[in-house]
């Protein structure tokens, strides 16, 4: 079983995970930049982040033959904050670096005046730098958070097939798929999807235009979860066509359309910035 995890927050994890996740079958990933937990306090914060997604991410990565690519912008909660924003600026030096596969996340949290500010003006980036989007449908509210969301969308420069709207469940993916757009969902160990949903849903909707994260980040969840939802879907009767489908085929197409995609592992370098990662040795 091939997989690519189109949404997983690696920064948040431990390099056992890498190893853990290529036993399960992981060759490829996508890292959206996120809210970190601590709030930042100025743009200079952002873009050192923005350096480790773009080498010490993939450098980890690679140890365990996974590609690494990310995704940057200026996230939903932060754009509340006036100290964060300047970041916008930044943006387009890092949105030409070549594992940059898509602008996100973006989208709503408490949809706010500035949050709907920050989507509009990040949406218009992508279509300049001729990116896909992901978009975080916000955690409350979700129907409508999601209907505001693809205004925006609608109102903007860029196509729906190029844009992922993530974290949705029973209540939004009729109405995200109906406008064009891919759907994401999220398996978690005690909040958001499970295996169980995600069957029923690909048992009702079919595979086209869905993709499965495990969204593994700093709060409880499982990088694995990918695999466990293949495991599921082979023991529920879909064949490993079906299985390819949503865990491979889907992510790399659509991601593909940044034509920057990698997903070939090469022999990483020995040292990222004088750091081997090993500890003890020579």
């Not at 529920?236 to 085929?249: K, N, P, S, T, Y």
Request: glycine fraction near 6%; charge should be negative.
């Amino acid at each position: 079983m091939r997989i690519f995890d189109p949404h997983i927050h690696m920064t948040s994890r431990t390099t056992d995970d890498y190893r853990a996740m290529h036993d399960a079958g992981v060759r490829a990933l996508v890292e959206p930049s996120f809210w970190l937990g601590q709030p930042r306090t100025s743009p200079a914060s952002f873009l050192d982040y923005f350096d480790a997604l773009l080498g010490w991410e993939p450098f980890r990565a690679a140890q365990y033959g996974i590609a690494h690519h990310c995704t940057l912008a200026l996230n939903p909660k932060e754009a509340n904050d006036p100290r964060c924003t300047p970041v916008l600026d930044a943006l387009p030096r890092y949105l030409v670096k070549d594992s940059v596969v898509a602008v996100g996340e973006i989208g709503y949290d408490s949809m706010t005046p500035a949050e709907d500010t920050a989507l509009a003006a990040q949406l218009q980036l992508a279509a300049d730098h001729d990116l896909p989007a992901l978009v975080h449908t916000p955690h409350r509210d979700k129907l409508a958070g999601l209907h505001r969301t693809l205004d925006v969308i609608r109102e903007s420069h860029l196509p729906a097939e190029r844009v992922l709207l993530d974290h949705l469940n029973e209540t939004t993916l009729k109405d995200a798929l109906n406008s064009g757009c891919w759907a994401g969902f999220s398996i978690y160990p005690d909040t958001k999807m499970d295996e169980d949903r995600m069957i029923a849903i690909l048992r009702s909707h079919g595979t086209e235009r869905i993709l499965v994260n495990s969204a593994a980040d700093w709060g409880r969840s499982d990088p694995l979860k990918t695999r466990k939802v293949g495991d599921a879907m082979l023991a529920a009767g879909f064949g490993e066509d079906d299985v390819d489908q949503v865990l491979w085929r889907n992510p790399v197409a659509f991601y593909g359309q940044s034509g920057r995609l990698r997903l070939d592992t090469a022999a990483p370098p020995a040292l990222h910035e004088g750091n081997s990662i090993l500890r003890g040795g020579e």
